[in-house]
């Protein structure tokens, strides 16, 4: 018995152009397919580019919390 295979895929590139990010799904439950496709275009319309190693603030950050409490 042979078994189909189902492939999803969504490219996205960081907004300078400079990296590219490639989501993939793969099921052997292909009559899920529409399903699949919904949840992998809902996960990459989460997906944001953050610099991992960001400058440090030039001022220093204030609790949120302590502002309440003073």
Do not use: K, W
Not at 16 to 33: F, I, K, Y
Request: glycine residues 2%; negative net charge; proline residues 7%.
């Amino acid at each position: 018995m042979e078994r189909e295979v189902f492939q999803a895929r969504i490219a996205t590139c960081h907004p300078a152009g400079q990296h590219l990010l490639v989501l993939d799904l793969t099921s052997a439950s292909g009559q899920h397919h529409e399903a699949y496709v919904d949840i992998l275009e809902a996960i990459a319309h989460t997906l944001t580019f953050t610099d991992p190693n960001p400058a440090s603030p030039s001022s220093p950050m204030t609790s949120r919390i302590l502002d309440v409490c003073l």
